[in-house]
């Protein structure tokens, strides 16, 4: 690790003051330009405890990190909470996803959906801009497990999308499929390809391997840029599986999404979107000239309290103790599917994830409402329900839910 370490609270909290420190103070600085101010104190209030609490004292303060501050200039006025937001970048990028220290962008977006949206735009332009591609021409390829986030971007950027089959019980992508859905649409008219490649599936946790991507369109000699979603899985996967290749490591991958606010637990609408050098000067809006540096993001303005959040949980874990956080996780997960597999009870599980999907006709919708299981589609066609082992998830609970789920099935079966 080259960034990431432990740090005390005292550490923790002298570094936030001291970016606080370094940004315009809205309650003492004559600042008359900006559209922005701190919270409204008739509503919230800077009291003297939140000197022990950086993260609410940041919410108070209310910097703003437009832009993205491993490039260029940012917003002078915030500098301080800027350079925090970089160290995680450096964070993630290098330590965690194996880039190679300042050949990387990224920020702190407002969530997973935006950071996925972000890249299709980046490569849709890419190949705009660089390939005089023509917006017909340029296709996404993603599997039918893919988020949501995806049809959705497809259809703000008005590109098609082609959904991959996969298998059934293994959640794997159908090569056969895959292909013959490449080959038509080469034959079709498309030419340049955006992969999305999934690094923890939100209803299965399952793993695509970028290589089946890869080795076809290059097979074909079809044009690509390839991005691994790992909304779900980026604060899980690269640690409990330290041989995955699935990072910078592998020329192939361009960027990558993260999801703080699913394993990382910090407040809801934060992710991370990252990439490689090059890439992002595609979504930059030449209009936004009144922006000190440049404006490279879809959402434009954003809260720094996420960034100082997702700085606070990272150096307050360093990454020995993030490594055993996830392989308690782990072990929680090993215990449900070993009582699951003495039920006779089917299910699917990636074996590096925290996720355990089980096939409907074995949960009687009594346990599926009194545990608040997730189906996998809200009608009567639904086939599976999904069990996240998150952190408040103990041993216990599990307990209980399989004997209660014991008992029905007996029941059932009597």
């Not at 779900?232 to 490591?249: A, H, L, Q």
Request: aromatic share 12%; with cysteine.
């Amino acid at each position: 690790m080259i960034y990431w370490k432990k740090l005390s609270k005292e550490e923790r909290n002298n570094k936030v003051q001291k970016a606080l420190d370094a940004n315009v103070n809205f309650a003492k600085d004559t600042s008359l330009g900006y559209p922005a101010s701190k919270l409204d104190d008739k509503v919230f209030f800077d009291a003297d405890f939140l000197k022990e609490a950086p993260v609410l004292q940041t919410f108070v303060a209310n910097p703003n990190h437009i832009g993205c501050h491993t490039l260029g200039d940012s917003e002078s006025a915030f500098k301080g909470t800027h350079e925090l937001e970089k160290e995680i970048l450096n964070v993630l990028a290098v330590d965690v996803f194996k880039a190679n220290p300042n050949e990387f962008d990224g920020y702190i977006s407002p969530g997973g959906t935006e950071a996925n949206i972000q890249a299709i735009w980046m490569y849709r332009n890419f190949f705009m801009y660089h390939k005089q591609a023509r917006l017909e021409k340029i296709v996404i390829l993603a599997s039918e497990d893919t988020h949501y986030s995806i049809p959705k971007g497809a259809n703000l950027l008005q590109l098609d999308w082609l959904k991959i089959p996969v298998a059934f019980e293994t959640r794997k992508i159908d090569k056969k499929k895959l292909e013959e859905i490449i080959v038509i649409a080469k034959s079709t008219g498309k030419k340049y390809f955006i992969i999305i490649s999934n690094m923890g599936t939100t209803m299965f946790g399952s793993v695509d391997d970028p290589e089946d991507y890869i080795s076809l369109l290059e097979k074909h000699q079809l044009e690509y840029k390839l991005h691994i979603d790992g909304a779900y899985g980026g604060f899980v996967y690269p640690f409990s599986n330290e041989k995955s290749t699935i990072n910078f490591s592998n020329p192939k991958i361009s960027s990558i999404t993260i999801d703080a606010h699913k394993m990382l637990q910090a407040p809801y609408g934060t992710g991370v979107f990252i990439c490689r050098k090059g890439l992002i000067e595609n979504v930059l809006t030449k209009e936004a000239q009144y922006v000190e540096g440049m404006d490279l993001t879809l959402c434009g303005s954003r809260s720094g309290a996420n960034a100082i959040a997702v700085w606070m949980i990272l150096f307050t874990y360093g990454p020995h103790k993030w490594f055993e956080k996830v392989s308690v996780l782990q072990m929680r997960t090993h215990y449900l599917c070993t009582e699951l597999d003495k039920l006779g009870i089917k299910y699917f599980r990636e074996p590096h994830m925290n996720i355990v999907t089980i096939h409907s006709e074995f949960i009687p919708k009594k346990i599926a409402e009194k545990y608040d299981l997730v189906p996998e589609t809200h009608n009567q066609e639904n086939k599976w329900y999904k069990i996240v082992l998150m952190n408040h998830v103990e041993v216990q609970h599990l307990t209980i839910f399989i004997d209660e789920l014991k008992q029905l099935l007996c029941l059932k079966a009597n």
